[in-house]
């Protein structure tokens, strides 16, 4: 299983960074993919990463705002995140799995090893 950390309670327009890893798989050889999820919404993938890390994904809610990048020698996924905003409080998932059709990365369908989540909660 995958382990989020780095959420917690921030004003706006501060900033997070999340981290993904876990000691059951080698992430290198997987996708990855970071989620979120607020009460009472559906789960919105928000970036993608590849298993080199060559190409990235991002809705357009983050887009200019959230970067995810992976450290393969330390098997971990980053999510560094700018100038939150209230509406990004919600709990925040990983995921990943070894094949991901490129236009199907933001369903939570494709993705097979999920982490338990890290709750980002944004306000003054």
């Known amino acids: 299983q995958l382990v989020e950390s780095g959420g917690g309670l921030v004003q706006p327009g501060g900033s997070l960074t999340l981290s993904c890893t876990t000691s059951a798989i080698a992430l290198e050889d997987y996708n990855a993919v970071w989620f979120r999820q607020a009460p009472g919404k559906e789960r919105e993938a928000l970036s993608y990463?590849?298993?080199?890390?060559?190409?990235?994904k991002y809705a357009d809610s983050v887009k200019g705002r959230f970067s995810i990048s992976r450290d393969n020698a330390k098997n971990t996924v980053y999510l560094q995140m700018n100038n939150l905003k209230p509406d990004d409080t919600a709990s925040y998932y990983c995921a990943a799995d070894g094949y991901v059709p490129g236009d199907k990365w933001r369903s939570p369908n494709e993705y097979y090893y999920w982490g338990q989540g890290t709750q980002v909660t944004v306000s003054s």
């Open positions: 990463i590849t298993k080199s890390g060559d190409i990235t």
